[in-house]
């Protein structure tokens, strides 16, 4: 689930907003069927004001929101296998807890650019050095022991991301991407790859870091 007090904080939420939120939270973690008016009702508020709270954290809609809580955490993997089972996503654990002294550096471009910030700055909060812009002499042969690269592309063919990776590839730096289809060009050059085919591709990117970042 989500860090609400992250989130509030992130956004600046008032009082209510933030117990709006943790009252949807808790109703989804009970596996309860709320409506926005439900919410409303039971929040002494109006559906205007729920919706306000939607657009603050970057959802279009309660819906979009309500979906993005439902997600199981295999949404990245097939619907047979628990995350814990997939090599793909121990491995980015792995990755990522053995290398927390090294400096993490972001890749994306367009709408990505809103999740890669958001990854960066959680990581900034657990004490572990990234940056989310791409500079690529970072990754010249001098600084390449030094860096892991984290790539976003919900297409899987962004082609700045595909130069960036080959010069990683070029100088043996590890990369970790999160990609929104199988069987692309940057899922062939990335060490890990972690997969979501779903509609709500950013979301569930959100999901799954949040899932790597509670095992290390």
């Avoid at 990609?179 to 997969?195: A, F, M, V």
């Amino acid at each position: 689930m989500i860090d609400i007090n992250y989130i509030c904080k992130k956004h600046k939420l008032t009082i209510l907003e933030k117990t709006i939120l943790e009252f949807i939270v808790q109703n989804i973690q009970n596996k309860k069927k709320i409506s926005i008016r439900n919410v409303a009702l039971e929040n002494f508020t109006s559906t205007s004001v729920i919706y306000k709270c939607m657009n603050k954290i970057g959802y279009s809609s309660y819906s979009n929101f309500i979906y993005f809580l439902k997600i199981n955490n295999n949404s990245l993997i097939s619907k047979n296998c628990s995350l814990e089972e997939n090599e793909s996503f121990k491995k980015a654990v792995i990755l990522l807890k053995k290398n927390k002294d090294k400096l993490f550096m972001f890749t994306s471009t367009g709408i990505a650019n809103n999740i890669s910030s958001y990854m960066n700055e959680r990581l900034a909060l657990s004490g572990i050095r990234s940056i989310s812009n791409s500079h690529i002499q970072l990754l010249e042969n001098y600084f390449s022991k030094d860096i892991i690269l984290i790539t976003l592309s919900q297409s899987g063919e962004t082609e700045s991301v595909i130069d960036i990776l080959k010069i990683a590839t070029k100088n043996k730096i590890k990369s970790l991407s999160f990609i929104g289809k199988k069987d692309t060009t940057i899922e062939k050059l990335s060490d890990i790859s972690l997969i979501s085919t779903n509609d709500i591709f950013f979301a569930d990117v959100i999901t799954i870091f949040e899932e790597i970042l509670k095992r290390i």
